[in-house]
């Protein structure tokens, strides 16, 4: 099993450019989400996923999008990227919910100039 | 709202000191409680959990207690060894809940 994977691992952006970070497992997982880790932060929920065509958002969910056209993949897309997003970003998946043990992929750091 | 919190670093000790990371919370109910490492350069990995008052997780030699009186969870290991250098996380979710919520992290440095 490769567990979780996440593309790219490195990114860098203009002001205003779209992307999209890729995540997928195949662990036949329900429940994904991604999420943020900033420096003196820790990680933030940015939208979740408790299923196929289930999403919702997190805590801090502006100026991403994300949809869940099948179990294995999740993708996160920035639509127009500001320097604020500029992070660090984990997809994490588990069996069915938060309760459960999550897998985290490798993260990909994304730069916005 | 629920939230953790956790102290901070770096902490910085010689191999087979003993450590201590405090986590207390705040949150209604009785959430299901966790301690996630992660090592340099890694994503995050689950280390213990419990998931019940006066549960006890353990695992690698780290240990932790949910403690419903004093709302903490921290994490403790006897003797340390320089493989445990990495970031280590508090975290807590309600039983019926959706999302994680992560305390700040504690960077912990062992040398030898």
């Excluded at chain 1, 969910?61 to 984990?90: I, K």
């Excluded at chain 2, 445990?84 to 996380?89: E, I, N």
């Amino acid at each position: 099993n490769a567990g979780v994977t996440q593309t790219p691992k490195f990114q860098v952006l203009k002001t205003g450019q779209s992307m999209t970070l890729q995540c997928a497992q195949d662990m036949n997982h329900e429940y994904m989400s991604w999420y943020r880790q900033d420096p003196g932060m820790g990680l933030r929920l940015i939208h979740y996923s408790v299923g196929a065509g289930i999403t919702d958002q997190g805590e801090v969910p502006n100026g991403y999008n994300v949809s869940r056209s099948t179990t294995e993949d999740f993708p996160l897309r920035l639509l127009s990227a500001a320097p604020s997003q500029t992070s660090v970003y984990f997809c994490a998946s588990s069996p069915l919910r938060a309760t459960d043990t999550q897998y985290f992929g490798p993260g990909t750091r994304l730069t916005v100039l | 709202g629920d939230s953790v919190t956790q102290m901070e670093g770096p902490v910085t000790l010689s191999e087979e000191a003993c450590l201590t990371i405090n986590c207390t919370y705040t949150a209604t109910g009785y959430p299901s409680l966790f301690w996630y490492v992660q090592y340099p350069g890694e994503g995050l990995q689950l280390l213990l959990k419990a998931t019940k008052a006066d549960d006890k997780g353990s695992n690698k030699g780290f240990e932790a207690t949910y403690r419903k009186e004093t709302t903490s969870f921290h994490l403790e290991k006897g003797s340390v060894q320089v493989s445990d250098s990495a970031v280590y996380f508090c975290a807590l979710t309600q039983n019926s809940g959706y999302a994680l919520n992560f305390g700040k992290g504690t960077s912990l440095l062992v040398t030898p």
